[in-house]
């Protein structure tokens, strides 16, 4: 079980925009900042969002992260097949003082 | 280029110990925080341990607590990650990744420890 909840999948076709949910806690989310992770099929995972909503360079402004409360999530637009990976969400909890991550979720470009 | 290149995993019986390492190039190693991530097979991501840029404070999940630890060698720009007595439960692929607090960028490409009979 998860600390932080992520739907465990998601789809949609290509162009289209897809959004994956990030729930946690006043000891996580709700007081620092969320990243996510982009985990191609066999490979690393790889840094998509950093603080909430900015993205790495080479990272398509496709991707875009939000967060309000307690709660973050991952907007993806114009949905490509190459973005049929597994996306992780990630904040620091101040009570258990460690990394959590989400569950994961399984993005399905049909 | 920042590059992380991990390397001492394998097969090791239930009890045994094994020690991981992590060699880092393309940027300052001691003045940046490092962290170890796991992942079971056909699994989500899970956090292990953490470590500042110093060594001077250290991180670990509950599940590890006691039995891994974490330390770095800043002369030869290296991380580590010791872990005894270990379970089948930690059967994983192992990341070392550059970073603490949720950041990490980059990842290494991850090294297989199995822990079986």
């Known amino acids: 079980q998860s600390v932080l909840t992520q739907p465990p999948s998601a789809s949609g076709t290509p162009g289209q925009r897809v959004t994956i949910s990030c729930s946690g806690s006043?000891?996580?989310?709700?007081?620092?900042?969320v990243n996510w992770y982009q985990q191609l099929p066999g490979t690393a995972p790889k840094l998509l969002i950093f603080?909430?909503?900015q993205r790495p360079s080479g990272v398509p402004d496709r991707f875009s992260g939000s967060k309000s409360g307690t709660s973050a999530s991952l907007a993806i637009s114009g949905l490509q097949s190459e973005d049929e990976a597994d996306y992780y969400c990630a904040a620091w909890d101040d009570s258990l003082n460690g990394l959590v991550f989400g569950g994961g979720t399984k993005l399905t470009v049909l | 280029e920042v590059q992380l290149l991990e390397s001492g995993g394998g097969l090791v019986q239930p009890g045994g110990s094994l020690r991981l390492s992590c060699a880092a190039s393309?940027?300052?190693?001691?003045?940046?925080?490092m962290t170890w991530v796991r992942q079971a097979p056909g699994k989500g991501l899970v956090w292990v341990s953490g470590i500042t840029g110093t060594g001077f404070s250290t991180y670990y999940a509950d599940s590890v607590k006691g039995r891994f630890t974490i330390s770095r060698d800043n002369s030869k720009s290296t991380l580590f990650l010791q872990m005894n007595s270990l379970r089948a439960d930690d059967t994983a692929v192992y990341y070392c990744?550059?970073?603490?607090?949720?950041?990490?960028?980059?990842w290494g490409q991850g090294n297989l420890v199995t822990v079986s009979s």
């Open positions: 990744a550059k970073g603490l607090r949720g950041l990490l960028d980059p």
């Open positions: 006043s000891s996580n989310i709700g007081i620092n900042t």
């Open positions: 603080t909430n909503n």
């Open positions: 393309g940027f300052t190693f001691s003045t940046y925080a």
